[in-house]
């Protein structure tokens, strides 16, 4: 069965990949900061044996390289960086924005990402599937942006479509894909109770998405139902 490795996979869409995955009964590499207190992940480990779970605080990249080299004999066919941050509030915004707090967005929603990738090439080049998938958001679109506001969101967003890009070009010739998703407006902490959607209907178009995936999309920026979206 194949392999999929997703950070962020205690909570809100991590937790849902992983519950999609694992009914599939693919081996689910399940990553989150305390698993101690992943109280829904654990129930759902008790009935799906194939979920693994990693500790790891993708803002520590000595972890990242700890648990790639723990993995080291593995393939994995699909990373999905799935972790992510939004930092912005109103008392952290424009004439008060405080940037230790944008760098950490960025730490999180940009350079983990792009880190995870570096870290578990290795793995992808053993998996079939061979895909980087990173949830990004419609808020990291330069031409959808006409609300302003959200400077370290947005910023951390957009650099990761930048460089998950650039990513997909350079991975090419070693026939590695790179997705990027925005997984809609989504009902989680993060997206909060009066988001559009579900994770379950987004997760799993985004799993449809994936799951029909060719080398030439790869470096696509799409929504969880595959349409195209404005860089
Ligand atoms: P969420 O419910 O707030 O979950 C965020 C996840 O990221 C949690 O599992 C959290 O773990 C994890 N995380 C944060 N910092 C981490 C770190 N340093 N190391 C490891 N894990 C860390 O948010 P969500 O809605 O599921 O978001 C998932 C992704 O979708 C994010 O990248 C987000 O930007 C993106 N997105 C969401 C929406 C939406 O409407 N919900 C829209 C566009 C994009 P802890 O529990 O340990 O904090």
Known sequence: MPTV????????????????YAGKDWDV??????PAQAGELSVLRQHHNKIQVEALDVAHFDQIDTLSKKLSGL???ILINNAGVYDDNRNNSFGQLDYQTWSHSLLINTQAPMKMAEAFLPQLKRGSKKLV???SSLMGSLADNNSGGSIMYRSSK?????AMLSLSIDLKGQGIGVLIFHPGWVQTDMGGANALIDSKTSVSGMCEVIEQFTSAQSGAFVKYDGKTMPW
């Open 29 to 34: 590499i399940a990553c989150c900061r305390n």
């Open 133 to 135: 998938v990173n949830i």
């Open 75 to 77: 393939g994995i066919d």
């Open 5 to 20: 490795l997703i950070t962020g996979a205690n909570r809100g869409l991590g937790l849902e990949f992983c519950r999609q």
């Open 158 to 162: 957009a650099a990761l479509n930048a």
